[in-house]
């Protein structure tokens, strides 16, 4: 069973930094892109960064570049994703999410979410 | 980037009946190479992650009902819920993945009435 569990969300202040990470298993994890995308509390979703399987080809939204870094390590099977310079329009749930298969494909499988609050 | 637009994006029904939720891109979908659109569809309830329901504009993910229908090419995609159960109400989503960055469609929320 493919499963995505998210970690090290919380409450940080403006300006600090915060580190999420994504433990997968159920699948070979070297062999999927993977990225994260997040939602704000009542609103939709926001794809963030992405990963090619091999940290190849990484892209991030307009939005957070220059302050999130996302990165993975195939050896624990974990995904990351660094986030800097936080200000309080990055308060949101962020999902981990895999992409179907390698090439132009979907979000097949998401996680549960971790929730980051950047408040004052 | 792509900008995706849903409608409506609140929708009243009774089990039972039919629904219809349009997803316009700004550009077209349709990748010339493999002859697909590249659009998908989520199904997000309360308290859950999203579900993929439906990719290529309208092929059923593994396991999903067939009384979701997706439909559409170009820039203009339809998900149909045909004779929608208590259990379908949830926020709807469409996405492209035809470019960088991924867009998503600000989501329709499904509701009894």
């Known amino acids: 069973e493919v499963q995505l569990v998210e970690s090290g969300g919380g409450l940080v202040q403006p300006g600090r930094s915060l580190k999420l990470s994504c433990l997968a298993s159920?699948?070979?994890?070297?062999?999927?892109?993977m990225n994260w995308i997040r939602q704000a509390p009542g609103k939709g979703l926001e794809w963030v960064a992405s990963i090619s399987s091999s940290s190849s080809y990484i892209y991030y939204a307009d939005t957070v570049k220059g302050r999130f870094t996302i990165s993975r390590d195939n050896a624990k099977n974990t995904l990351y994703l660094q986030m800097t310079s936080l200000r309080s329009e990055d308060t949101a749930l962020y999902y981990c999410a895999r992409r179907a298969y390698p090439g132009i494909t979907p979000f097949d499988y998401w996680g549960q979410g971790v929730m980051v609050t950047v408040s004052s | 980037d792509i900008v995706m637009t849903q409608s409506p994006s609140s929708l009243a029904v009774s089990a039972g009946e039919t629904v219809t939720i349009n997803c316009k891109s700004s550009q077209s979908l349709f990748g010339s190479v493999r002859q697909k659109n590249y659009l998908a569809w989520y199904q997000q309830k309360p308290g859950q992650s999203p579900k993929l329901l439906i990719y290529?504009?309208?092929t059923r993910e593994s396991g999903v009902p067939d009384r979701f229908i997706g439909s559409g090419s170009g820039t203009d995609f339809t998900l149909t819920i045909s004779s929608v159960q208590a259990e379908d109400l949830a926020n709807y989503y469409c996405?492209?993945?035809?470019?960088?960055?991924?867009?998503f469609g600000a989501g329709t929320k499904l509701e009894l009435k």
């Open positions: 996405q492209q993945y035809y470019d960088t960055p991924d867009t």
């Open positions: 159920g699948f070979t994890f070297s062999n999927y892109g």
């Open positions: 290529l504009a309208s």
